[in-house]
């Protein structure tokens, strides 16, 4: 994982070399520089503990999932759909505060049913093709980090290697869930990926 993003820094090194022409300053993340600057300790929060438990609840829950890991991606997701409905200038603490809590709601109710037919039969399908579920999401995991960059939906080469660290990232987590057969470790290795950026941005910060 650390190799990709040494590749990374050198194609976008060797882009800024040889192809001047290209506008890499209109892909910045504009959203989360302004909430570095606005209130750093939201910044962090949101990095190392906030966004490692949703994106990981969302992307890491189906590789081969126990029927709690399943409740887990059902929240994460309406939790991921519910921030759209929330006004961009509420604060973010609050706006995910919110949105957690009752995502958590949720889980317990889910918890005290009883299994479906149909999610014992999805969570046997889910076990039965859990490397196309692994290597899928890992795509799905870079590809939502677009917004992080471009509002709306645009794809480029540009695009694809800002995107690129993040799916390996995101395959190397599932391989965690895998070997682990657990959830915690995902979570804990992307909050331990976020942390290092979150060292080196302290400069800025502080």
């Given at each position: 994982?650390?190799?990709?993003?040494?590749l990374?820094?050198?194609?976008?090194?060797?882009?800024?070399?040889?192809l001047?022409?290209?506008?890499?300053?209109?892909y910045q993340?504009?959203?989360l520089?302004n909430l570095?600057?606005?209130?750093?300790?939201?910044?962090?929060?949101?990095a190392?503990?906030?966004?490692?438990v949703l994106e990981?609840?969302?992307?890491?829950?189906?590789?081969?999932?126990?029927f709690t890991e399943?409740?887990?991606?059902?929240?994460a997701l309406?939790?991921f759909?519910?921030l759209?409905?929330?006004?961009q200038?509420?604060?973010?603490?609050?706006?995910?505060?919110?949105?957690?809590l009752?995502?958590?709601?949720?889980f317990?109710?889910?918890?005290s049913?009883?299994?479906?037919?149909i999610?014992?039969?999805?969570?046997?399908?889910?076990?039965?093709?859990?490397?196309v579920?692994?290597?899928?999401t890992?795509?799905?995991f870079?590809?939502?980090?677009?917004?992080?960059?471009?509002e709306?939906?645009?794809?480029?080469?540009?695009?694809?290697?800002?995107?690129?660290?993040?799916?390996?990232?995101?395959y190397?987590?599932g391989?965690?869930?895998?070997?682990?057969?657990?959830l915690i470790?995902?979570?804990?290795?992307?909050?331990?990926?976020?942390?290092?950026?979150?060292?080196?941005?302290?400069?800025?910060i502080?």
């Open positions: 994982m650390i190799g990709s993003y040494f990374f820094f050198f194609l976008m090194g060797f882009l800024n070399t040889f001047p022409d290209l506008d890499l300053e209109k993340q504009t959203e520089f570095m600057n606005e209130s750093p300790l939201a910044f962090v929060i949101m190392v503990i906030i966004a490692p990981e609840s969302m992307f890491r829950t189906l590789i081969k999932p126990s399943i409740h887990i991606f059902c929240c309406l939790a759909f519910g759209g409905f929330i006004p200038e509420a604060h973010s603490l609050l706006k995910y505060g919110l949105v957690i009752a995502a958590i709601i949720i317990l109710f889910l918890q049913l009883k299994p479906s037919r999610i014992r039969i999805f969570r046997i399908l889910l076990y039965r093709y859990y490397r579920v692994w290597l899928l890992a795509g799905l870079g590809l939502v980090h677009i917004w992080n960059y471009v709306g939906w645009q794809f480029d080469l540009i695009l694809f290697l800002l995107i690129f660290p993040r799916i390996i990232a995101g190397f987590f391989k965690i869930k895998i070997e682990n057969n657990s470790w995902p979570i804990a290795m992307h909050a331990m990926n976020n942390g290092v950026v979150v060292i080196f941005l302290l400069p800025k502080l």
